[in-house]
């Protein structure tokens, strides 16, 4: 799953004339979002307004953790929260109810110190990113029936785009994708030489490797 920070802490423009309270992660809709900390949730719905759909954790030292544009909320106002709970799943685009004022999908997060005062979220961004490490494997999985689709309709078109795109310097996510896909598909591939190999030990082998290999293209196509 490819996540990019959109909106930096206080990064000024035509939707935040008064700075960004949060920073913004182009999350795919639908996304699950867990806590990255502990603490009492606040259940919050300002329609097609600010953050829309939210949740707000209040820690024991008094701070508080915002996660907004939520299309749906998993935890009820006033639960428990524990560090890597499921909050809800990502929102949708303006005019979507619930997603507040929002242009695309994505995940706002803010943090506010124990006096109320909001504060730069950015030392907290791996704990955001390591939740998009996490469902890496399951978005693998739900893009490849769209790729094969779109090779089945337009083969020609389908490998001149991604032609294009590894000439444009998309080698790099390329590169970043297949170590960040490896591990899962270490994980299929043994698993299919393990069943394979009941059978045939040359044919086991042979089936893990183009598992990995075909594992490492896939993470790459959409």
């Known amino acids: 799953m490819k996540v990019n920070i959109t909106c930096r802490y206080g990064e000024i423009s035509k939707s935040h004339p008064h700075g960004h309270t949060g920073i913004d992660f182009s999350f795919p809709e639908g996304s699950p979002i867990h806590a990255i900390k502990s603490g009492v949730a606040h259940v919050v719905d300002y329609g097609n307004k600010n953050i829309?759909?939210?949740?707000?954790?209040?820690?024991?030292?008094?701070?508080?953790?915002?996660?907004?544009?939520?299309?749906?909320?998993?935890?009820?106002?006033?639960?428990?929260?524990?560090?890597?709970?499921?909050?809800?799943?990502?929102?949708g685009t303006l005019g979507t109810p619930g997603a507040g004022h929002s242009t695309g999908a994505h995940l706002h997060f803010g943090m506010k110190d124990a006096q109320g005062h909001y504060i730069d979220p950015s030392h907290h961004i791996h704990g955001i990113l390591n939740q998009a490490k996490e469902h890496h494997w399951y978005d693998f999985l739900t893009t490849v029936k769209g790729v094969l689709y779109n090779f089945a309709v337009d083969p020609k078109g389908w490998f001149y785009e991604q032609v294009v795109k590894f000439i444009e310097g998309a080698w790099i996510d390329i590169l970043q994708n297949c170590i960040s896909a490896l591990p899962f598909c270490a994980i299929v591939g043994g698993s299919v030489y393990i069943l394979v190999n009941l059978f045939s030990k040359k044919l086991a082998k042979a089936s893990f490797i183009s598992t990995v290999i075909y594992g490492m293209i896939m993470s790459n196509m959409g």
């Open 52 to 91: 829309g759909k939210g949740v707000i954790i209040k820690h024991s030292d008094g701070s508080k953790d915002i996660y907004g544009h939520l299309s749906e909320i998993g935890v009820k106002e006033g639960q428990h929260i524990y560090a890597g709970d499921e909050l809800g799943l990502t929102g």
